[in-house]
């Protein structure tokens, strides 16, 4: 495949790197003098200079032709959308990823169509929220195309589930349990399945559903 | 009627006193606190200390009852992605953005943004100026 990588910071010249060592044809933009001149030593080439956000730039790095896709990861929310607005939209790029860098700035790249992100905060943040032994509610996965999101919940004490089978439970419309973790075994839910204290539950749901279903498992939002 | 003005700057700044000057109730959004001096000691309008990309502070500012948002920062990129997120967020019909550069100016205006591009006005005015100047027309010497 072709493919634009805009920014060279660590992000994108590891992503560049990875790519051409998977046999992809690769063209990295950077911006700074600096950092451009330590990139051209390693990529040559493959590494242009210039904002990824001027259309003659994104032109010279054969944005025209178009690329199979557009990766925008630059260290800045504005630019990384800019970016993917003009690849998909000016230029009929089939696919753009973007980075985003402050998880504030998500309901900006949703809201504009930009998809897939990703968000090495949220991430990590996902990943230490699951570590926390009295975790409520987890987000795990958001499948954005399919606009629905799995997430995690602890089954506590006080949790009106407890003692009875899924299918007793009435679920928000638009949920759907997974599997329950118990003892360390995972199991797939099904109608059958008795929820207990400390469970934990794997759910899918459409977004926006978290608090509905906090309510119906947990007796709280 | 109620504007807001992102980027308090020289042209933020402007924008923003000949509005509040013509009756508007405006709103200057800044991410510096000394923004604010620009619109001089007899400013009765809002200020709002904080960044565009910041819902929170677009809605201190009073963006749901906005008629109009005018964006003025120094960045391109970051008035285009707030302009969007004016316009399509709070269904706002009157949003004026600055572009510096033309070319993104242009696509966005083609996308149903109010883009405002200065430079494409320098280079205008500037050759039109030049087209004005009564120059003394230089009569060809013939070539023997």
Known sequence: MYLIVAGGGKVGANLARSLISHGH????????????????????????????????????????????????????????????????????????????????????????????????????????????????????????????????????????????AVDKITLPAGSQLISVVRNGQAKIADGDTMLEAGDQVLAILEPGKTDELKRVLLNKR | MKAIVIGCGRVGSSVAKRLDGEGWDVTAIDEKEEALNRLGANWTGGFVVGHGMDDGVLREAGISEADAVVVATDGDNTNLVVAQVAQKRYGIDCVVVRVLDPARAEFYAARGLRTVCPTSTAIDVLTE??????IPQVVAEEVT
Not at chain 1, 146 to 156: C, F, R, S, T, Y
């Open chain 2, 129 to 134: 100026s030049v087209r004005a100047c009564e």
């Open chain 1, 25 to 164: 044809e690769v063209t990295l933009i950077e911006q700074r003098g600096d950092r451009f001149e330590m990139l051209e030593e390693e990529f040559e080439h493959q590494v242009q200079r210039g904002d990824a956000t001027e259309v003659f730039v994104l032109e010279q790095a054969g944005i025209a032709r178009p690329p199979d896709m557009v990766i925008a990861t630059t260290g800045d929310d504005e630019d990384n959308i800019i970016i993917c607005q003009l690849a998909r939209e000016k230029y009929g790029v089939p696919k753009v990823i973007a980075r985003v860098n402050d998880p504030r700035n998500q309901p900006h790249f949703d809201l504009l169509g930009i998809s897939p992100t990703v968000c090495a905060t949220l991430s990590l943040l996902a990943l230490v929220e699951h570590e926390v032994p009295e975790h409520e509610l987890v987000h795990l996965l958001e499948l954005r195309k399919e606009n629905l999101e799995i997430v995690e919940v602890q089954i506590d004490q006080g949790s009106p589930c407890v003692g009875k």
